[in-house]
């Protein structure tokens, strides 16, 4: 059974939103900071934002003040809101623990914004 599944992903036009989903199991959310990560074609994965259990966030320079991450712990899902897309967002976005404690990563949603 797969532990994260990503959904949500598009084509969006620059400087438009997009709101991305992960569904985590219930074993591993309810003790896990989770994170929202993405790769780019041609380059390392790197990540996104974060949220710890009791929801402080990070977030990496390139997105803040742009994305926005939200959990829900009764449902065990972590949300990822992106506003003010840019072309360099385009990539595959995943969900999982925070390094070095990853899991096994789902298939991502891939995120393209293009005009």
């Known amino acids: 059974q797969a532990q994260f599944v990503e959904s949500g992903g598009g084509l969006v036009q620059p400087g438009g939103s997009l709101r991305l989903f992960c569904a985590a199991s219930r074993s591993i959310f309810r003790i896990y900071s989770m994170g929202w990560y993405r790769q780019a074609p041609g380059k390392q994965r790197e990540l996104v934002a974060l949220i710890s259990t009791i929801g402080n966030k990070n977030y990496a320079d390139s997105v803040k003040g742009r994305f926005t991450i939200s959990r829900d712990n009764a449902e065990n899902t972590v949300d990822l809101q992106m506003n003010s897309l840019k072309p360099e967002d385009t990539a595959v976005y995943y969900c999982?623990?925070?390094?070095?404690?990853?899991?096994?990563w789902g298939q991502g949603t891939q995120v393209t914004v293009s005009s």
């Open positions: 999982n623990t925070p390094a070095p404690s990853f899991r096994p």
